[in-house]
């Protein structure tokens, strides 16, 4: 075997390793400050209503990089994404939306992914209300 066959085998070896790292190992994230609470502006805040036409979990800088719940919401002007909050807090709450209810969102406009939507500050379902951060965006929820 030549010298110059195994310095290219090397050399393919360590292009493909390190795409192969690149490509499965590598996470961007939004960096911390754009993260959480640093994505409500208080002067974005609007209220709208609609009706759930479904709801997702996925990690989300809004939740600050772990699962967060979202719904989708139909109003009369199109379709929003809704930020609630953290997983784990909406269960611990046993707090559950489904698809066809009818809401009020009270929250700040934002754009993350390519989709218009509200980091909801409350939440009023029927005569329920649930208020998931304060007016500067911060969770209230327990934790």
Sequence with gaps: MKLSSLLLGVVAAGVVIAVLLLVLGVRFH?????????????????????????????????????????????????NLQIH????RILRAQKLTFSAGDQVQVVGARVRLYGNDGLIA???????????????EGKLLMAQ
């Design 30 to 78: 939004t960096s911390p400050s754009l993260q959480g609470a640093a994505l409500y502006d208080p002067a974005k805040e609007v209220t709208v209503k609609g009706t759930v036409t479904g709801v997702e979990e996925f990690d989300c800088p809004v939740s600050r990089g772990e699962l967060g719940t979202h719904l989708a919401l139909q109003t009369a002007d199109g």
């Design 84 to 87: 609630l909050a953290p997983s």
């Design 121 to 135: 500050q409350e939440v009023t379902r029927g005569n329920e209300s649930y208020i998931f951060r304060d007016h």
